[in-house]
């Protein structure tokens, strides 16, 4: 019960707190930020005459984000984090400032992009940030904190936002986050200050600057063909799948593909897991409203109730520091396989509806159970001069898989089935998860016996 106690407090010691405070305050800033602009979108787009552009808010987002995180990753390997901390929120504070204020698409696109590029540089910066503050044993912890920190916005984010778009304007979801990301940003900088230079090493992955202009292009073209399938669209996803293949070569460490025992497997482990999960997100809505005909508010609820089993299961984790991370991470996937075969049978309408509920339940523990580890694991395996270039790798992967899933799911559904009876399209899409899920309990059964 003592080290219980001192677990409980480790992230609020005077040397801990402002870190923890600041760090968390920028996650649930991101996070809120996140879920609301999806909500008020129908109504600024219309707003400022961008129907013809309706995706491109989140397509700019997107690919400034891929950019940033590899270039955050590279920036903090050589300088330390210090500097991105800063800069980061800088960025979001005046992509916020600009879009809440934008009289015209032109400038809202200009201000989603600064608010991608602040969110990618500062997620990697803080996640090397807690790499450097808090110890190996510690780092769960916070780990668990951060998930929570996601939980809040995402039960109450889109409500919030449809709130304040509907009494105050559209304008201030962006801009009633201004005063959080001041505050955000002022308590970073004493952090920034405190932190020391980088270490140094006589050989550093860099990631190239080109390679990663090629993968955000390619993620982009990726989403933006599974967003508006056509015979088009599946020709230049193509040719974004062989630039992103070409660009992923010098942005993963080598062995990621083949899953190669240590750091690769990791990064391999993130990219299944978040892939898998992405595309149950991504098309149980639609299986709940057109195969179920539940009404568009409850299609969604089953992922709201995700958010729970996921801050549960990292809260769980964070308390035991002793936990073998390995023996988590495959758990973590079993509990994810069982949730997408779960998804598999709610897809088809002789099944009830209501399973997919207690699904997301038992998804989302298997998220927040693995991806704590996969943290853990990466920062282990990671020379510490090589931990911005690690980290931004695991982040890509996770999104390039997501990306692959979600437009793939796009493929079936106009090839196999429809919109509006989507069953046929689905259940295949999830055996697919599925084997997903498995390999990546197969491929986490073997670690390096030296770390």
């Known amino acids: 019960m003592i080290v219980a106690a001192r677990r409980g407090g480790v992230l609020w010691t005077p040397a801990h707190r402002t870190t923890t405070v600041a760090s968390l305050l920028v996650v649930t800033l991101i996070a809120f930020e996140n879920m609301g602009v999806a909500t008020a979108m129908p109504t600024l787009v219309p707003a400022l005459g961008g129907q013809s552009l309706y995706s491109w808010p989140f397509t700019a987002f997107l690919v400034a984000s891929v950019v940033a995180t590899v270039l955050s990753g590279r920036l903090c390997d050589r300088r330390g984090p210090a500097f991105a901390l800063v800069a980061g929120p800088a960025m979001f504070l005046t992509g916020l400032v600009l879009c809440g204020s934008a009289p015209n698409m032109a400038v809202l696109l200009g201000g989603r992009v600064l608010q991608g590029l602040g969110s990618g540089t500062v997620l990697v910066a803080?996640?090397?940030?807690?790499?450097?503050?808090?110890?190996?044993?510690?780092?769960?912890?916070?780990?668990?904190?951060?998930?929570?920190?996601?939980?809040?916005?995402?039960?109450?984010?889109?409500?919030?936002a449809g709130l304040i778009t509907e009494q105050f304007g559209w304008r201030w979801v962006f801009l009633g986050l201004v005063p959080l990301a001041a505050v955000g940003l002022a308590l970073l900088v004493p952090v920034a200050r405190r932190l020391g230079p980088p270490e140094s090493a006589a050989h550093q992955r860099r990631a190239s600057t080109t390679a990663a202009l090629a993968a955000a292009v390619g993620v982009a073209a990726l989403t933006w063909a599974a967003q508006h399938p056509s015979p088009l669209a599946i020709a230049y996803g193509a040719g974004a799948l062989v630039a992103l293949g070409f660009a992923l070569r010098t942005l993963l460490p080598p062995g990621t593909v083949t899953a190669r025992p240590g750091l690769p497997t990791v990064v391999a482990s993130r990219a299944?897991?978040?892939?898998a999960y992405a595309g149950?997100?991504?098309y149980l809505p639609l299986t709940m409203s057109q195969v179920h005909g539940y009404h568009?508010?409850?299609?969604?609820?089953?992922?709201?109730?995700?958010?729970?089993g996921w801050?549960?299961?990292?809260?769980?984790?964070?308390?035991?520091?002793?936990?073998?991370?390995?023996?988590?991470?495959?758990?973590?996937?079993?509990?994810?396989?069982?949730?997408?075969?779960?998804?598999?049978?709610?897809?088809?309408?002789?099944?009830p509806g209501w399973v997919a509920f207690p699904a997301c339940v038992i998804g989302g523990a298997g998220m927040g159970t693995?991806?704590?580890?996969?943290?853990?694991?990466?920062?282990?395996?990671?020379?510490v001069a090589e931990r911005g270039f690690n980290t931004s790798a695991m982040q890509l992967g996770d999104w390039v898989g997501s990306a692959l899933v979600v437009g793939f799911g796009g493929v079936l559904l106009g090839l196999l089935a429809s919109a509006r009876q989507p069953s046929n399209a689905v259940v295949v899409l999830a055996a697919v998860l599925v084997g997903m899920a498995l390999l990546g309990a197969v491929i986490t059964r073997r670690w390096p016996t030296q770390e």
Do not use: C, H, K
């Open 126 to 160: 803080v996640s090397l940030l807690i790499a450097l503050v808090y110890t190996d044993r510690e780092r769960p912890a916070m780990y668990a904190a951060n998930s929570a920190a996601w939980v809040l916005p995402a039960l109450v984010g889109p409500s919030i």
């Open 272 to 275: 299944l897991l978040g892939g």
């Open 280 to 282: 149950m997100e991504a």
């Open 296 to 308: 568009p508010a409850m299609a969604g609820l089953p992922l709201t109730v995700s958010a729970l």
């Open 311 to 351: 801050s549960a299961a990292s809260a769980v984790q964070g308390r035991r520091p002793d936990w073998s991370r390995e023996t988590a991470l495959r758990a973590g996937f079993g509990l994810v396989a069982v949730s997408l075969v779960l998804f598999a049978f709610v897809s088809q309408p002789w099944f």
């Open 370 to 383: 693995a991806y704590p580890s996969i943290t853990v694991l990466l920062f282990r395996f990671s020379p």
